[in-house]
């Protein structure tokens, strides 16, 4: 019986061995859709607005604090057994380490924005501590899907910077991430449309 608390299916990587090829492409695309990864893809979307001779220096400074910084961290974090697994599966372990990565990323935006960083990636910062912060509250009490506010978040974010009607790509990539995640066992239908509203309602108000 699953338990949507405490997932029962729970793999760091992709392996379709395991749980059969369904649920090892379910694991794969949560993995390729992970909140780390969605806000690199948010990151590559609103450097499309960047008018800065050094476009590609300050995106990069962006993603290694923002995105390489809290990933290393996380994966220290499954080395030493303090979470089971990459997607922090478990409600209960995903507190610390999510208030951990909101204090760093506080100071680092700051630096960041202090440093004269691009307006449009300053918001995206700011942006992801609201979400970030929101998620911490919620999982005290409700295991929300972080997979899906992510990928509502970034599918606001497309809205907003529209390039080659992307958005309504990822609305049915959003539905798939959402299919993965119930799949794998981790939420249920209300966790990730919930997660999805509030990624995009979070985003939405700061960039609309």
């Excluded at 507190?95 to 909101?102: D, G, M, N, R």
């Excluded at 066992?185 to 990624?199: V, W």
Aim: with cysteine; proline share 4%.
């Amino acid at each position: 019986m699953i338990n949507n608390d405490k997932a029962v299916y729970k793999v760091p990587f992709p392996r379709s061995s395991e749980g059969g090829r369904i649920s090892g492409a379910a694991n794969l695309i949560s993995t390729l859709f992970s909140p780390a990864l969605v806000v690199f893809y948010a990151v590559i979307l609103c450097s499309y607005s960047i008018d800065h001779s050094s476009k590609f220096l300050w995106t990069s400074v962006f993603a290694l604090l923002f995105v390489l910084v809290p990933t290393a961290y996380i994966f220290h974090l499954i080395g030493r057994g303090k979470v089971t697994d990459f997607h922090m599966s478990v409600r209960e372990e995903r507190i610390k380490p999510l208030c951990v990565i909101f204090v760093y990323s506080v100071f680092s935006l700051l630096l960041y924005s202090f440093a004269g960083g691009p307006s449009a990636l300053v918001m995206l910062g700011y942006s992801c501590l609201a979400l970030t912060g929101l998620w911490i509250l919620v999982s005290l009490y409700w295991k929300i899907s972080g997979h899906c506010a992510a990928m509502g978040a970034v599918t606001a974010v497309a809205f907003v910077y529209p390039s080659d009607n992307l958005a309504f790509i990822l609305l049915p990539l959003a539905l798939l991430v959402a299919w993965s995640r119930i799949r794998l066992g981790c939420h249920n239908l209300a966790q990730t449309l919930a997660g999805f509203a509030l990624g995009a309602a979070v985003f939405l108000f700061f960039f609309s």
